[in-house]
């Protein structure tokens, strides 16, 4: 047996599982299940399976990743809704296999890390260009749809966490651009320029509010870094200024954007004007986030239960609405629903989770780091992201990966 283990391509597989992810993440939740398992399994199936296990055992990532996974196993003990428990446990798998499957990859070095990168922005460019297609194509009708807060068809019908990987492969294009790396261009670094600025364009065709704003944070993350540690504030000031001319420009000139703006100032006004019409989009949002706080607030300390948060939440809702055109939603906010499914400590340990990686080791030195976790971070204000096997693979993977070319690489590149 340990011949064939000796024999037994684990980087293969570790590379086969990683390309899984990143494909996946528009193709198919099929493909992210089977990559996932597939990177977990090569940790044990493997010659150095004994201490793969210590190695994980020994990381505080992986450990405090491992901790947001048994907070909501534990959760079970005071979660009714036994069927719900199981399938959100299931959602958080992924925060105990990928951490134990990074384990067994071998050590990315920065071409590989590259090239990681690479396929990732080729991957969502590639995808982009499918929907831009499309939306011309049905120019009239997707338009005419944006105006009643309705979206572009995105892949795996989740247009909110495509934005958020198309905003960051957009980061990723700068950056292998800047880096000068030519791989899958023909020796032409140029063209990730290019894929950049097309990915741009094409983000704010699609008009999904998440992934544009946090394209823009991300923007201004850059622009700081770029003037308080490299002193060229000029060169800020001109970056900030034609930011705010794009975005101007294309709120004004882009018929897409400027439609779902137009919806988003509509709805706006009627909550100012104490008209919350739990019927639109933005008001669903502001109700689940106050459900989600009322829940939160009976059982402050662990919380409702992973397995009982939803027949809470439909609780609130069947007790304020009355409309039946109103479905009961979670709350669209990952730390109010960490708050409300298991409490205070619950949201501790993913705050903790989600923090430490970057503040341990001098990780935060990195910029591309520091841009990936503050785009999360924002993007869990609005959504529940790890509430979903799309976002949590998506956090995951770049999280993981990322961590692993700064642990790696005794003098990574910071700038």
């Known amino acids: 047996m340990r011949s064939l283990l000796r024999v037994f391509p684990n980087q293969f597989f570790a590379d086969l599982a990683i390309l899984g992810l990143i494909v996946g993440l528009v193709t198919s939740k099929v493909v ?45 003990f005071w979660s009714d809704d036994i069927g719900y428990w199981v ?37 969502i460019a590639c995808t982009s260009l499918i929907m831009l297609v499309n939306y011309l194509f049905h120019y009239q009708s997707l338009n005419e749809a944006l105006t009643y807060g309705h979206p572009i068809p995105a892949p795996l019908r989740d247009h909110i966490r495509f934005s958020l ?5 957009i980061i990723v294009a700068g950056y292998l651009f800047v880096q000068k790396v030519t791989i899958y261009t023909a020796n032409k670094p140029y063209l990730y320029a290019i894929l950049s600025g097309f990915m741009a364009i094409c983000i704010h065709v699609f008009a999904v509010r998440s992934g544009i704003i946090t394209l823009y944070i991300a923007l201004c993350i850059v622009l700081i870094h770029l003037a308080f540690l490299h002193k060229k504030y000029v060169q800020a ?45 933005d008001a669903q949002r502001l109700l689940s986030m106050q459900y989600g706080l009322t829940v939160a607030d009976k059982a402050l300390v662990l919380g409702v239960g992973a397995g009982d948060i939803r027949d809470k939440m439909v609780e609130q809702y069947e007790m304020h ?58 993007s869990f204000m609005a959504e529940h992201t790890l509430e979903i096997q799309l976002g949590t693979a998506y956090y995951l993977l770049f999280l993981l990966l990322i961590r692993k070319f700064i642990d790696d690489n005794p003098e990574p590149v910071y700038a």
């Not at 990987?165 to 492969?169: P, V």
Request: one cysteine or more; a positive charge; proline letters at 4%.
């Open 32 to 76: 992210l299940s089977v990559a996932t398992i597939m990177l977990m399994c090569n940790a044990f199936i493997n010659i150095r399976a004994g201490q793969n296990m210590k190695t994980w055992l020994r990381d505080p990532v992986a450990i405090w990743c491992l901790a947001v996974f048994g907070i909501y196993l534990i959760s079970g």
């Open 321 to 378: 609405t009355q409309s039946d055109k109103v479905q009961s939603k979670m709350p669209h906010n990952q730390y109010i629903y960490f708050l409300a499914a298991t409490g205070i400590v619950g949201l501790v340990i993913f705050m903790v989770s989600a923090i430490y990686p970057w503040m341990s080791r001098g990780r935060y030195k990195n910029l591309l780091f520091t841009v990936f976790l503050s785009m999360m971070m924002v």
């Open 237 to 281: 000031i001109a970056g900030l200024s034609l930011i705010i001319c794009i975005a101007w420009a294309s709120v004004h000139f882009i018929p897409s954007l400027s439609a779902r703006m137009g919806y988003f100032k509509y709805e706006l006004a009627l909550i100012r004007s104490g008209q919350i019409n739990p019927e639109h989009s």
């Open 165 to 169: 990987e198309l905003a960051f492969a």
């Open 87 to 123: 399938d959100r446990c299931r959602m958080k798998l992924p925060f105990l296999a990928l951490p134990l499957g990074f384990v067994a990859v071998k050590q990315l070095s920065k071409e590989a890390f590259h090239r990681w990168l690479a396929i990732y922005v080729w991957v």
